[in-house]
């Protein structure tokens, strides 16, 4: 079964670090591209960083050089380091795998998703 589901979410100030993590992706893990997305209030659900199963990452350019993806194959999880975080990067955040070799930052191309996790920041 594949159920992903997000954790590491919260409230941090200005600057600060988060760290995202992600598991439940079952045999997917190890043959999908897998991604974060963020959505806002008020804004269409965007593509943030994408990891294919070879290792090849994307991002997008509003996180380029602050956020990381990154997978832990012996625990089969996917994480996100966050850091430099600014209030635009308050949104729920979403984990997702889809069966293309190569990862992208659209969510068609994406067929399985957790629940999200919420990140707050604050000036």
């Known amino acids: 079964q594949v159920q992903p589901v997000e954790s590491g979410g919260g409230s941090v100030e200005t600057g600060g670090s988060l760290t995202l993590s992600c598991t439940g992706f079952?045999?997917?893990?190890?043959?999908?591209?897998l991604a974060w997305f963020r959505r806002s209030p008020g804004k269409e659900r965007e593509g943030v960083a994408g990891?294919?199963?070879?290792?090849?990452?994307v991002y997008a350019n509003s996180v380029e050089g602050r956020f990381t993806i990154s997978k832990d194959n012996a625990k089969n999880t996917l994480y996100l380091q966050m850091n430099s975080l600014i209030s635009e990067d308050t949104a729920m955040y979403y984990c997702?795998?889809?069966?293309?070799?190569?990862?992208?930052?659209?969510?068609?191309?994406?067929?399985?998703w957790g629940q999200g996790t919420q990140v707050s920041v604050s000036s």
């Open positions: 997702a795998a889809g069966p293309y070799g190569v990862p992208s930052l659209r969510d068609d191309e994406y067929l399985y």
């Open positions: 079952g045999y997917v893990y190890s043959q999908y591209s």
């Open positions: 990891i294919g199963h070879d290792g090849f990452t």
